[in-house]
């Protein structure tokens, strides 16, 4: 089954920025989506189909993909950016969804 | 705005059953596909299943596939999750989850999720 391969932990100081990586194989094939989840809140996209942001989303955030990895990238980051952050593709040859193992962001 | 209201979530024992109930308002529900995605307590994210906006394509992870069945009633604006012959791995948070496509593309509005504790 198709893997996605994330960081457990990354920390950064304010204003600083974080960098999320995402590896799995033939990534540069699929579309990689990054959702950000809140401690005690539902998951919110951020990013989708590579570097694609929602409305509402800053342009602090944004996504990009090279090689085998695609990456969150948080400009400036700030106390209210800590959170758990998912990447996800859609595997075609089984149909399944795929999320990475998450990343806790921590603001030092 | 979109809404994703969901229900239905308790305390079972294993090898019972549940229905989770998903009432959607504030788009065009039957225009969209609909997933249910999971979150074991303190872990990340996984994808329950899927279907379609008229409710013809349905795909599932390996692991609920035969137990689990995803349905939709495009007149209420509802969608269900039948879970047979619960284990205790499901134990989790189960999201309603809309995608922006008829089908799959990504997550794009989530409700705020219904506890299932599968527990003897």
């Known amino acids: 089954s198709y893997v996605l391969t994330q960081p457990p932990s990354v920390s950064v100081a304010p204003g600083q920025t974080a960098t999320i990586t995402c590896g799995g194989s033939?990534?540069?094939?699929?579309?990689v989506h990054w959702y950000q989840q809140r401690p005690g809140q539902a998951p919110v996209v951020v990013v989708h189909d590579d570097n694609d942001r929602p409305s509402g989303i800053p342009e602090r955030l944004s996504g990009s993909k090279s090689g085998n990895t695609a990456t969150l990238t948080i400009s400036r980051v700030e106390a209210g950016d800590e959170a758990d952050y998912y990447c996800q593709v859609w595997d075609t040859s089984s149909d399944h969804a795929v999320f990475g193992g998450g990343t806790k962001l921590t603001v030092l | 705005q979109v809404q994703l209201v969901e229900s239905g979530g308790g305390v079972v024992q294993p090898g019972t059953s549940l229905r989770l109930s998903c009432a959607a308002s504030g788009f065009t529900f039957g225009s969209k596909g609909m997933h249910w995605v999971r979150q074991a307590p303190g872990k990340g994210l996984e994808w329950v299943a899927v279907?379609?906006?008229?409710?013809?394509?349905?795909y599932y992870r390996d692991s609920v596939k035969g137990r689990f069945t995803i349905s939709r009633d495009n007149t209420k604006n509802t969608l269900f999750l039948q879970m047979n012959s619960l284990k205790t791995e499901d134990t989790a948070v189960y999201y309603c989850?809309?995608?922006?496509?008829?089908?799959?593309?990504?997550?794009?509005?989530w409700g705020q999720g219904t506890l299932v504790t599968v527990s003897s």
């Open positions: 279907i379609s906006y008229n409710g013809v394509n349905k």
């Open positions: 989850v809309k995608d922006p496509s008829t089908l799959i593309r990504f997550f794009d509005y």
């Open positions: 033939n990534i540069g094939t699929k579309g």
